[in-house]
């Protein structure tokens, strides 16, 4: 993996590139840490359901939980990611307005601060200003390893400075129904919590039903999807495959494409930000630009960008797909 170089000031007060670090030195370091980051948890998650299995957990809590992650996970990746974060397409006003609410049953903020945060790490990607890098304490493997919990999720309650949505988010501000959606996304929240248990309760008739469909449906539900959306940040950011030119370390990780719909093609993203696509190399799946391609054959969304293939061979770092 090739590092990007980090900024500092020399003596004349300019900013220049310190030399590049050795990137075989922490190779091996970097993946044992992030994969005892990622795996371990999910193990333990994976390890619960056969134990639950006619217990705590039933085919109608599996159901319940998969179309709320389905849904919300959508949400974030086409709604508040690709088309209100990057404009990557156009959608009429109830597909706006579902997508925004869409997203916000994910539970990982409002659309308005979400975007907001997502602009602002583009624009200072891996360098100082981005809230969220793995990078931001050091190279070396216990630094990496701060830096993956920090990318991960401490920033969410670490980041001492609060992104401005009226510096990086002003458009949404100006949209009546986004800012609607913006101000009710605590009943959106509570929504997403209770429908499950709900719907589980009425289809089993018990509280039982209600009980389990909360657990599923709502908590692991949340949980996961949050991990996953967090991991975009973190893994994504520290291993992978460089298959196009970026100013940062965005990689893109083929083990995240199916439960993120897509985002972890993250290379490409950040070498093509607007491109409704980011999975743009044969056999890389992208269940996101899919639902795009399905709004756009609807005629609900319009003004796709999708990708450009002589822009994409311009960035290539190679011509092995």
Known sequence: MTAAPELTVDQTGKRAPE???????????????????????????????PF??????????????????????????VGFHRHFTHGSFKANRPLRIAL???????????VIKWVADHRRHHKYADHEGD??????FGDDWRSVAKGLYYAHMAWL???????????????????PDVRRVDRFFGLIVLFSLLAPAVIGGLV????????????????????????VTWSINSICHTIGEENFEVRDRSRNVWWLAIPSFGESWHNLHHADPTCARHGVLKGQVDISARVIWMFEKLGWASKVRWP??????????NAVN
Not at 131 to 136: E, N, V
Not at 157 to 175: M, Q
């Open 204 to 227: 089993t008739m018990s509280w039982w039903g209600a009980l389990t469909a909360f657990f599923w449906g709502s908590l692991v539900r949340v949980a996961l999807l949050h991990h």
């Open 157 to 175: 309650y670490l980041d001492e400075e609060k992104t401005s949505p009226k510096r990086f988010a002003p458009d949404l501000l100006k949209d």
């Open 19 to 49: 030399p590049e670090l050795d990137p075989e030195g922490r190779g091996k370091a970097e993946r044992y840490t992030v994969f005892a980051f990622v795996f371990i948890p999910l193990l333990a998650l994976a390890a619960a359901v």
């Open 100 to 110: 925004a609410v869409a997203g916000s049953l994910a539970i990982e903020g409002s």
């Open 52 to 77: 639950a299995w006619g217990w705590g957990l039933t085919v109608t809590d599996i159901v319940i939980g998969a179309v709320f992650y389905l849904v919300s996970g959508l949400g974030i990746t």
């Open 131 to 136: 809230p969220h890098s793995p990078w931001r």
């Open 308 to 317: 450009n293939a002589e822009r994409l061979a311009a960035k290539r770092v």
